[in-house]
């Protein structure tokens, strides 16, 4: 069964500076990719997904990840975090085919943003 | 999104209570996906749903969980005799028929939380 881990559980970063998120998976193939926001008290918001193609990814607000198949990795990134961008940012991936409706969540990732 | 409507948005249930969480999915969308996330943790698999069939069930704990989807109305998770560690968030989704969580949008969840 594929797995996610989220290796960081909260990073702090000042407002303006660069993000970057960890997502590594467990799974013998290439899965499906995702990153999600949950910020306080709301649902979750796709930013964006991989299937196929270009490795490099990109979403909304900003954000981009990067696929890299030799270390089992798709890291979240942004070059200058805003205000609003505090949030919970969680990857999840997906088995291609029949069930692909069976998303696997990491732990989360907890972004503080200071002034 | 809210395109997919949850509600309630809270709910408090004494334990040995049922608990009800409706959510209508998006307009045009005939599958429903439910899940949970557990206080610090990530969203977990419950079940998927289709109009008036259940597809897939595996995450569903055996007892006092259950799921529907009449042909008209929202889908129903229905958690009966609560207990307190059945707090958590219940999130859902909606996708068109094949498209699974590749096009999925999650609605804003439901916190319950079991006194």
């Known amino acids: 069964a594929q797995s996610v881990t989220q290796p960081d559980i909260h990073i702090t970063v000042s407002e303006g500076a660069s993000l970057e998120l960890r997502c590594n998976y467990s799974?013998?193939?290439?899965?499906?990719l995702f990153w999600y926001v949950q910020s306080p008290g709301q649902g979750l918001q796709l930013l964006l997904k991989?299937?196929?193609?270009?490795?490099l990814v990109q979403g909304i607000k900003g954000f981009e990840a990067e696929f890299k198949r030799s270390q089992s990795s798709f890291n979240l990134r942004k070059p200058s975090v805003h205000w609003s961008d505090a949030a919970e940012y969680f990857c999840a991936v997906a088995v291609p085919g029949s069930n692909d409706y069976k998303l696997s969540f990491g732990a989360g990732t907890t972004v503080t943003v200071r002034a | 999104n809210a395109g997919v409507m949850q509600n309630p948005r809270h709910l408090v249930r004494r334990r040995g209570q049922e608990a009800r969480l409706r959510c209508s999915p998006m307009?045009?969308?005939?599958?429903v996906y439910w899940y949970r996330q557990l206080p610090e943790e990530g969203l977990k698999f419950m079940v998927y749903l289709q109009k008036e069939n259940i597809i897939d069930e595996s995450g569903m704990p055996k007892e006092r969980f259950s799921a529907e989807f009449p042909k008209e109305g929202p889908s129903i998770l229905r958690i009966q005799q609560v207990v307190r560690g059945d707090s958590a968030a219940y999130f859902c989704?909606?996708?068109?028929?094949?498209?699974?969580?590749?096009?999925?949008?999650f609605g804003q969840g439901t916190r319950l939380t079991v006194v």
């Open positions: 307009k045009g969308h005939s599958h």
């Open positions: 991989y299937f196929s193609g270009d490795t």
């Open positions: 989704a909606s996708s068109r028929p094949g498209q699974g969580m590749t096009e999925a949008f």
């Open positions: 799974y013998g193939a290439t899965p499906y």
